[in-house]
Nanobody
Framework: QVQLLESGGGLVQAGGSLRLSCAGS????????MGWFRQGPGKEREFVAS????????TYADFVKGRFTISRDNAKNTVYLHMISLKHEDTAVYYC?????????????????WGQGTQVTVSS
């Protein structure tokens, strides 16, 4: 079992920045790839970013490239999502998830464990 707890969400003005954290506990945290997803009002959950178990490989959704950075500190069992140049359309609940393998993963069904989510609201 892996337990995930997101934090760092909040209200920010357009153009601002936030850093989300996802603290993990349970099985060896350095093993699985980790991902961030989001679900905006009235929208389906969508992929944002993923990082491999080693942290050497990352991948991003096109709409966040150049603005969001995913990173991890396996010694602290924590994954981060640093977001800059935030837009109103980035408003969503952001979820972190632990994948089944150590390779980056884009599809929700490649992830076994999910956090409860943290709300990010960007005012225009």
């Amino acid at each position: 079992q892996v337990q995930l707890l997101e934090s760092g969400g909040g209200l920010v003005q357009a153009g601002g920045s936030l850093r989300l954290s996802c603290a993990g506990s349970g099985r060896t945290f350095s093993t699985p790839a980790m991902g961030w997803f989001r679900q905006g009002p009235g929208k389906e959950r969508e992929f944002v970013a993923s990082i491999s178990g080693t942290g050497f490989t990352t991948t991003y959704a096109d709409f966040v490239k150049g603005r969001f950075t995913i990173s991890r500190d396996n010694a602290k069992n924590t994954v981060y999502l640093h977001m800059i140049s935030l837009k109103h359309e980035d408003t969503a609940v952001y979820y972190c998830a632990a994948a089944r393998t150590g390779r980056v993963a884009l599809a929700p069904d490649e992830y076994d464990y999910w956090g409860q989510g943290t709300q990010v609201t960007v005012s225009s």
